[in-house]
C-alpha cells in the first residue's frame, strides 16, 4: 500500500519562499511518477508539476513562470516542491501524488495514490 505524507505548507508573505516535501512509503519513488496539485477554496483541483520516473522529466503549469521546482531525493523516498516567487494567487492547499506505470499527466484523475496536504498562504 503506498502512503504519501506531505509536509512544509505555511504562511509567507508576498515574494517569499517555501519548501514541501511528500514522504513516499510502501514503494520506491524510482518506480513512480509524481505531482503536486492544488486546490483553494471554490476551486477545482489543479496541476501545479509532475515528475517522471527517475526524474528524467518535468513538467510545469503555466502558471508556475518557472518559480517552483520539482525534485525528488530517492535515498529518502521523498520528492520537493520549492516554491519562490509566490504570489496570494498561490494561496490553497497543495496535494503530493503519485502513480505507478509510464507517461505524465497534470490531471488530477490521472493519479493513483494522494497525501493528506499541507496549506500554504501567501499574504500581500
Known amino acids: 500500500q503506498v502512503q504519501l505524507v506531505a509536509s512544509g505548507g505555511g504562511s509567507v508573505e508576498a515574494g517569499g519562499s517555501l519548501s514541501l516535501a511528500c514522504a513516499a512509503s510502501?514503494?520506491?519513488?524510482?518506480?513512480?511518477?509524481m505531482g503536486w496539485f492544488r486546490q483553494a477554496p471554490g476551486e477545482e483541483r489543479e496541476g501545479v508539476t509532475c515528475?517522471?520516473?527517475?526524474?528524467?522529466?518535468?513538467y510545469y503549469a503555466a502558471f508556475v513562470k518557472g518559480r517552483f521546482t520539482i525534485a525528488q531525493d530517492t535515498a529518502k523516498n521523498t520528492f520537493y516542491l520549492e516554491m519562490s516567487s509566490l504570489e496570494p494567487e498561490d494561496t490553497a492547499m497543495y496535494y503530493c501524488?503519485?502513480?505507478?506505470?509510464?507517461?505524465?499527466?497534470?490531471?488530477?484523475?490521472?493519479?493513483?495514490?494522494w497525501g493528506q496536504g499541507t496549506q500554504v498562504t501567501v499574504s500581500s
Open positions: 510502501g514503494y520506491t519513488l524510482s518506480n513512480m511518477r
Open positions: 501524488a503519485a502513480r505507478t506505470g509510464s507517461g505524465w499527466s497534470l490531471i488530477a484523475s490521472w493519479y493513483d495514490y
Open positions: 515528475i517522471t520516473a527517475g526524474g528524467d522529466s518535468t
